[in-house]
């Protein structure tokens, strides 16, 4: 899974263990019997669902597609919520000082202007633990 250098670090050092990602039209979910989400699936080139996320699975933490992985995480839970849902609890568990300091963050990473227009998309909570 693909981090920001500064974001690796933050997981290695165990201070990050959640991370918000976009929700995009060409993704749907597969749920567990409770009605939790179980995976992420998304529409390849092809028109394929191939999965995304699933819980229960470990990821490589990379900085960079060829990169060499600097931790291993499990995904232990997947959420769908609004982006400004996010709580100052929320944000420390993303590596952030703060929920401004996570939003500003967020926007310059999505390209978007500083609360313009009050951008709140869909994002996808995925909570991890970091394994051994």
Known sequence: MLFKLKMCQA???RIKDMTRRLVKENQKVELFPDGAIKKVLQKDKEGK???KWIVGKDYAVQSGRGHLGI???VITE???ERLFKIT???????GFESRNAFLTY???LYKQPIFENMWNPEIWILKFKVVE
């Not at 100052?88 to 993303?94: I, L, N, S, V």
């Open 106 to 108: 967020f926007y310059e």
């Open 88 to 94: 100052e609890d929320g944000a420390k568990r993303e």
């Open 71 to 73: 931790a291993r995480i």
């Open 49 to 51: 669902w191939r999965t």
């Open 11 to 13: 997981i290695s050092e």
């Open 78 to 80: 997947i959420r769908k």
